[in-house]
């Protein structure tokens, strides 16, 4: 791949190369291949931009494959444009640039279906899905895709978000009952799947809430002023792991709190142990704060499946020029 044309991959194409079930197992993959040491990931950075809003940027380099990438977006009020690019690491070569907030959504619901596969008692049937944003569908979807759903129960303290991602579940034929909850212990009771996804500043979810058995996934707080899980839950957790080490020791207001670091597990040096929930664990949880291994390796899978289709647009590669080292004015 290295020596042929760089593409340009619209938001689209990307949707049509790559479905959320086929993502989580090509993740689960790469997560393997940065277990053994064949790709790392570069710590993600960030400068505020004005209105609150931030440029952000994390990446990883692929050793096995050869090619290394980084994403970068600006969020802010108006919205986000996510693009990851990808460069040979041999020749330094641009392969390929993706339109990325389909890819972005995908891998965060794949890292969901991975850390489900790998945590989640076998027979865990019914989740609590709380928080009703723009990854919520996606999450639900990526646990679906690790474990039958008998049940999905759906929580947000707006009645409207509640009832409108029920709709959209309902709509998707996913499989399985969805309920509307009008409590968070409602949601919660007896749940074996939890997915928390929420903007909230305080913790949400207490030790009390949870079932004998429960997998918790806690992606919505990946910055320091955000917290989801209250400090008496991690005393219950006979595993918990993160999606970068780095990150939830420096952004994770809720481990940093608990510090309990030699607790702490790196998903991928899991899943390259092959190590599954432990035997009669009575939690277990997930922690995600957004990793670059994993947008490069569904960004690999991704341009190798547009070239085998003949999708995306060729891009010229850049050519080198000397610079002016005058105006033409003087």
């Known amino acids: 791949m290295s020596d042929a044309e760089p593409l340009w991959l619209r938001e689209a194409e990307v949707a049509e190369l790559l479905a959320l079930d086929e993502a989580i197992d090509v993740l689960e993959q790469g997560l393997r291949v940065e277990g053994h040491g064949g790709a790392r990931g570069m710590a993600k950075t960030h400068v505020e931009l004005p209105g609150g809003g931030g440029l952000h940027a994390l990446g990883a ?11 970068t977006w600006a969020h802010t009020a108006g919205g986000a444009t996510p693009l990851l690019v990808i460069w040979s690491s041999e020749t330094g070569a641009l392969a390929a640039v993706i339109e990325a ?13 991975v850390a489900t596969r790998w945590l989640a008692r076998p027979d865990a049937d019914e989740l609590a899905q709380i928080g009703t944003g723009k990854q919520a569908l996606t999450q639900v979807a990526a646990v679906a895709a690790a474990r039958r759903l008998r049940r999905v129960r759906v929580y947000s303290p707006t009645p409207a978000h509640r009832a409108g ?16 909850c009008a409590s968070l212990d409602e949601a919660l009771e007896g749940a074996s799947l939890v997915t ?8 949400i979810v207490a030790a009390r809430q949870l079932a004998a058995g429960a997998h918790v996934n806690a992606i919505g707080a990946i910055t ?9 839950v991690f ?9 970068v080490l780095q990150a939830a020791r420096e952004l994770s ?11 702490v597990q ?7 142990r092959e190590e599954r929930r432990p035997e009669g664990a009575d939690l277990t949880l997930f922690k995600a704060m957004g990793s670059g291994v994993a947008d490069l390796a569904l960004g690999l899978e991704v341009v190798a499946r547009a070239r085998r289709a003949g999708a995306g647009r060729p891009i010229t590669p850049p050519e080198r020029v000397r610079v002016r080292l005058r105006s033409k004015e003087s």
């Open 253 to 263: 207001a809720e481990l940093i709190a608990y510090d309990g670091w030699p607790r």
């Open 224 to 232: 320091p002023e955000r917290a989801e899980v209250a400090q008496d």
């Open 61 to 71: 380099s692929n050793i096995t494959e050869r090619f290394a990438g980084t994403k």
């Open 266 to 272: 790196l998903l991928a040096e899991l899943v390259a």
């Open 165 to 180: 991602l029920v709709e959209r579940l309902r709509g998707a034929a996913l499989g399985f009952d969805v309920l509307d």
């Open 101 to 113: 907030f389909a890819l972005g959504q995908m891998r965060t619901g794949a890292m969901t279906g």
């Open 196 to 203: 928390v996804a929420t903007r909230a500043r305080a913790p």
């Open 235 to 243: 005393p219950r957790c006979a595993r918990i792991a993160v999606d």
